[in-house]
Nanobody, 119 residues
Framework: QVQLVESGGGLVQAGGSLRLSCKVS????????WGWFLQAPGNERELVAT???????VYADSVKGRFSISRDNALDTVYLQMNNLKPEHTAVYYC?????????????WGQGTRVTVSS
């Protein structure tokens, strides 16, 4: 089983930057894909960015050119770098990993970290 713990959220003014971290522990069999989602108040959880099995990184249109994701395997940590933040980016951000065999075999989520962007 995989465990994910996010950190780095907080309050930031518009135009500022934050880097979210997600510590990954545990392991499972199969291929892994990973990325970040967000959930704004009153809305469903939605994609920020994912890394596909091919290695391709897919970003939501709303964050292209502003956010980037990365992974440090030595530290077992994934990151979401957020630049030029706007109030519309206020949300709880979740990291995740999906394990695959021939099809998805497990989804793992962190508890979320809250980002609030003030005007």
């Amino acid at each position: 089983q995989v465990q994910l713990v996010e950190s780095g959220g907080g309050l930031v003014q518009a135009g500022g930057s934050l880097r979210l971290s997600c510590k990954v522990s545990g392991n499972s069999r199969g291929i892994r894909t990973w990325g970040w989602f967000l959930q704004a108040p009153g809305n469903e959880r939605e994609l920020v960015a994912t890394v596909e099995k091919s290695g391709e990184v897919v970003y939501a249109d709303s964050v292209k050119g502003r956010f980037s994701i990365s992974r440090d395997n030595a530290l077992d940590t994934v990151y979401l770098q957020m630049n030029n933040l706007k109030p519309e980016h206020t949300a709880v951000y979740y990291c995740y990993e999906r394990t695959w065999i021939r099809q998805p075999s497990g989804d793992y989520w962190g508890q979320g970290t809250r980002v609030t962007v003030s005007s």
